[in-house]
Each structure stands twice: as C-alpha cells, then as structure tokens.
C-alpha cells in the first residue's frame, strides 16, 4: 500500500524537496507527495511541486477565519485520501481538528534540539545563547508548541566562528537527513509511540 503523504509549506520548501528526491531515487518507498499546500501565494516550495508532478495549493487565509482555514485544509486531505500530513516550514500553528483527524500522522521538522529553543528562530535563540552544540528534531504534532514526541534528532557542533547564517545552513543539511528518514520509518511502520517516547522498529 502507498502512503499518501500531504505537504503544508509557507516558504523555499527545501525540506519538501528533500523527501520528493528520497522517494524518487527509492530510498523512501511505499509512498507518495501527492499534496502540498502553503499559506502564501509566493512559496517557492509550490513551484517544487508542480515540478515533480504535486498538485500544489495556494489557500488565502484572508478567506477564513482561524478554524474555517483549518476546515478547508481538512477537506483537502480529505479529498486527497491523505495517510501522512507533514509540515515542512508552515509558519502556523495547528489547530486542534486537524490535530485529532490525524493523531500521530502529522510529523514536523524543527531546527533545535527541542524541548530546546522551541517557536521561531530557533538557530537564532540557539546561537545567542551560547550553546556549544544545536541541531534538529522531527517530532509528531500535538496542541503544543513543538512539544509533541521525539521522532529522530540530529547535533551539529558550534564552531567558535559561526554567525548564525553558518549554523543554520549546517543544521539544515541534517534536517534533509532526518526528515526522509522520519518518513521513511512511518512509511514502512517502523514507529511506535509509547507516550512521550517513540520506538524505532527499524
């Protein structure tokens, strides 16, 4: 059976790209982007789909209020008969009707090693903090801030010349390592949520 996997996206989608190439070239199998949707018009990330093929979706949020836009989006996984609905740098927050719809089926990248340096800039808290070392986490939406359970980490050493721009271009060569891979392991059933920790089966 082919996992029908749904993309939300709000910029360059590097991340989305990531994974169409690690389903192309084989390594993610049994599955498919057979959706991608952003909340703004000018997302390169929707030209990525429409290159490969996806049907892409621009979806006005000044059409609707906060839970009408989550009922537009809900129809749209519907529609496309979504298994998997990953967010790939989709600046908002979630809410809870899609969360319940897809319990355990939402997956999300962030750029520190959370419970870390959660929201936005995380790169940025991180690296002005003072950290030695930061990374990445993918982890399963819950109704927090990036508080749902682990999935996959990944450090990256802080070098004593970073700036925050050479930090966040390391951290983001490993989110295209540990997203695919997240996917890959929801793909083929590998993973298993035992509260607030998730087993790899792999």
């Known amino acids: 059976m082919t996992v029908k996997i749904a993309v939300l996206v709000s910029g360059r ?20 982007v057979n959706l991608v949707i952003s909340n703004k018009a000018d997302a390169y990330a929707l030209e990525r789909a429409r290159k490969h093929g996806i049907n892409a979706v621009f979806l ?21 008969d979504v298994d998997l ?6 600046f908002r927050i979630l809410g809870s009707e899609i969360i ?17 340096f959660k929201g936005l800039h995380a790169q940025r808290q991180a690296f002005e903090y003072g950290v030695k070392v930061a990374g990445c986490t993918v982890h399963y939406v819950d109704e927090g801030l990036d508080s ?35 996917v890959r392991l929801f793909a ?15």
């Open 13 to 32: 989608g590097s991340n989305l790209q990531a994974i169409i190439d690690s389903i192309e070239r084989g390594y993610i199998k049994d599955a498919a």
């Open 60 to 80: 006005d949020p000044g059409r609707f209020d906060r839970s009408g836009y989550d009922r537009e989006i809900l129809k749209l996984l519907n529609n496309y």
């Open 85 to 90: 609905l990953l967010l790939a740098g989709y």
């Open 100 to 116: 319940e719809a897809y319990r355990d089926r939402i997956l999300n990248i962030h750029p520190s090693l959370l419970p870390a």
């Open 148 to 182: 749902g359970p682990i999935i996959l980490q990944s450090c990256v050493q802080v070098l004593p010349d970073d700036t925050e721009e050479t930090l966040t271009g390391r951290i983001l060569e490993q989110e295209h390592i540990i997203y695919p891979e997240a």
């Open 188 to 202: 083929e059933g590998k993973l298993k949520v035992e509260g607030r920790k998730v087993r790899s089966l792999d």
